[in-house]
């Protein structure tokens, strides 16, 4: 059986990576309210993939107020066998700036084995991997199939508790496969077991009622972005640990990650110090992390001789797996009051919020995992942490708690800059990807 799906999937790259490219092609920028138009698009283009996989029921739900349509398409499992969930989304991040850009994001380009693009590895590669995964079983699964395609991931998924709420019932399964993490390493098959998870926060500075000449007024009298730059400068010790107090550290991971192949992965420049203490891994994964996002102030083509009256500032926290949002909330909250300099007036408004998660992997669903993705890979499959934030995980562990959740890559790796300029997918890892759920299917069937 395995010898047959290596095959099938064979056949079926030269359509995936057709298929790949046409959905990149489509700019579904969830965050952009003139992209309502596109992200429609992107749906209706992805419900139709699964249509020409077979699927006897492939719907576009945008019933929820304030949602984006998201896909759902259904394969009935037969008698006696589980049903598996397979998860990607559809929307992408913004692009940035398009001068640093390599090729245009939305002008997918092959180069030197990887596949360039907005959403190429976040995630619409997710998107065909299921997609592939249904063509080499021929559009007959072993086990029963539900493919549920979000359009609002790139935004925090705001409505997934109603979506959940009604249409809950269609997504039940015992399986849930979210391809939407990364692998540790290119050839390494990854299952992600713990997420931190994410608070955030407008903190404003305010010392004069309005602004004032810095050179009739300056000295003794304080600038709200000196403040602003000083109270932002405490969120971390001397170290560059956090220096919020109450914050959750969890168990130190069993992975780790060389310094010089993260500093790579980051981009940071020589001479550049690393911050914060513990392994890599431990700073990365277990251990909560502060990042000031923007500031609003004068820019530097517009500034005048003028003592600013207010400044503003976005403070991002992810937190380790064990804590809690809004507590959390409430700790970054009373820090930045309680470092306000020269008593300055500060403002905090609370922001989004986001559950990390822990998985425990025991059990004969995660068995069949390892014993797929190995095989796929030619390597054993490790479990690491990471770094960012999927809120929709925690959502999905409330609302299906007997399901095994299995947070795996489409062939993302620590190279693949999603987010950023140059986004790109590993193409050879993505075959390995598709093969790998195919086998899964395969290994859950007798499961």
Sequence with gaps: ??????????????????????LIEIPS????????????????????????????????????????????????????????LLYAHHDVQPTGDPAAWTSPPFAPVERDGRLYGRGSADDKAGIVA?????????GRPPVGVTVFVEGEEEIGSPTLDAFL??????????????????????????????????????????????????????GPTPDALTALCRLLATLHDERGDV?????????????????????????????????????????????????????????VADASNTLAAAARAKVSLRLAAGDEPQRAMRALAEHLRA?????????????????????????????????????????KMVETGIGGSIPFIAAFADAYPDAAILVTSAGADPGCRAHGADESLHLGDFERACLAEALL???????
């Design 1 to 22: 059986m395995s010898g047959d799906l290596r095959t099938a999937v064979r056949r079926a790259l030269p359509a995936a990576r057709a298929d790949l490219k046409a």
């Design 339 to 379: 470092h306000a300099p020269w008593g300055v007036h500060v403002t905090v408004t609370d922001g989004e919020t986001g559950r990390p998660y822990g998985v425990d992997t025991h059990g004969p669903m995660f068995d069949a995992a390892r014993r797929a993705y190995a095989e796929a890979y030619g390597a």
């Design 165 to 218: 709420a009604r249409y809950g019932d269609r997504l039940a399964a015992d399986v849930i496969v979210l391809a939407d993490s990364a692998n540790h390493e290119i050839g390494t098959p990854t299952l992600t077991t713990s997420l931190r998870g994410l608070v955030d926060c407008v903190v404003e500075v305010r010392a004069l009622e309005h602004s004032v000449h810095s050179g009739m007024y300056g």
């Design 130 to 138: 299921h997609l592939t995964a249904l063509r080499a079983h021929g």
């Design 29 to 84: 920028v969830s965050a952009d309210p003139g992209a309502t138009a596109e992200v429609s698009r992107s749906a209706a283009a992805t419900a139709e993939l699964f249509r020409t996989v077979g699927s006897p029921e492939v719907d576009i739900l945008d019933g929820v107020a304030g949602g984006r349509p998201a896909v759902l398409a259904s394969y009935p499992a037969p008698a006696g066998r589980p049903t598996v």
């Design 441 to 447: 299917l395969a290994e859950l069937a007798g499961a």
């Design 243 to 299: 220096a919020i107090a109450g914050l959750v550290t969890a168990a130190p991971p069993e992975v780790d990650y060389a310094a010089d192949r993260f500093r790579a992965a980051a981009s940071v420049l020589d001479g550049v110090q690393l911050i914060g203490t513990g392994s890599i891994t431990e700073r990365l994964w277990t251990k909560p992390a502060v990042t000031v996002l923007a500031i609003d102030a004068a820019r």
